[in-house]
């Protein structure tokens, strides 16, 4: 069985650009979640999307929006990127049922010049 | 405001000893709890769960500990080798956020051979 897959691996960007990155989670899981990693900060979680509705958000601001497709595949967009937007994102899979772990993908390594 | 604390951001075992990996939290709300291993730009592995229901739970070489009154929970690894090198976090989810974790800052686990 596939794991999480994230792409694209690694992305540079200038400040003000927007970014898209994508997810595809393990065959059968519905529910994904996405997570931000930096260095201060640690691993923060962004949203949770299960059925292509949004369930759960974190405390980012507006410029970070995400949605889920009919297959479960999700994308994660952030616009007018600013240099502290530099991060590891993650993205985690699940059925989306009580006491079950998250699976995670290798993440996609941002950085924001 | 820290939800889920770490408090050694390290430590340095000798192989085939044990180790004790520690995590706080505040929220008594949180009813599950996991250990996941990481290393640099991966994404999280899963190594271990326990709900609040339980104190005790075993699968391995890995034991995770639960006192609730205290908020406490910890990870034992025995014996340690030198491949459980890598970075761990502890992690807390609230009933019925299943996608949402709550993440503490890790600790990096270093095994001497």
């Known amino acids: 069985k596939a794991g999480v897959t994230q792409t694209p691996r690694y992305l540079i960007k200038t400040r003000g650009q927007q970014v898209t990155l994508s997810c595809s989670p393990i065959?059968?899981?519905?529910?994904v979640s996405w997570y931000q990693q930096t260095p201060g900060q640690g691993l923060q979680f962004l949203f949770e999307?299960?059925?292509?509705?949004?369930?759960n958000k974190g405390n980012f601001p507006g410029r970070f929006s995400g949605r889920q497709f009919s297959n479960s595949r999700s994308e994660m967009n952030v616009s007018t990127l600013e240099l502290g937007d530099s991060a590891l994102y993650l993205c985690?899979?699940?059925?989306?049922?009580?006491?079950?772990?998250?699976?995670f993908g290798s993440g996609t390594q941002l950085s924001v010049l | 405001d820290q939800q889920v604390k770490q408090n050694s951001p390290s430590l340095s075992v000798q192989e085939g000893r044990i180790s004790i990996l520690n995590c706080d939290y505040t929220?008594?709300?949180?009813?599950?709890f996991l250990w996941y291993k990481k290393y640099p730009a991966e994404g999280p592995t899963f190594l271990i769960s326990?709900?609040?229901?339980?104190d005790k739970n075993e699968d391995g070489r890995f034991t995770v500990f639960l006192n609730k009154s205290a908020k406490h929970l910890s990870l034992h690894i025995v014996p340690s080798q030198p491949g459980d090198s890598a970075v761990y976090f502890c992690?807390?989810?609230?009933?019925?956020?299943?996608?949402?974790?709550?993440f503490g800052q890790g600790t990096t686990l270093q095994v001497k051979p």
């Open positions: 985690a899979s699940s059925l989306g049922q009580n006491n079950e772990k998250l699976f």
């Open positions: 065959s059968g899981h519905r529910s």
């Open positions: 999307y299960f059925s292509e509705t949004q369930r």
């Open positions: 929220n008594s709300m949180f009813d599950y």
């Open positions: 326990i709900s609040s229901i339980k």
């Open positions: 992690a807390a989810r609230g009933s019925g956020n299943t996608g949402k974790l709550i």
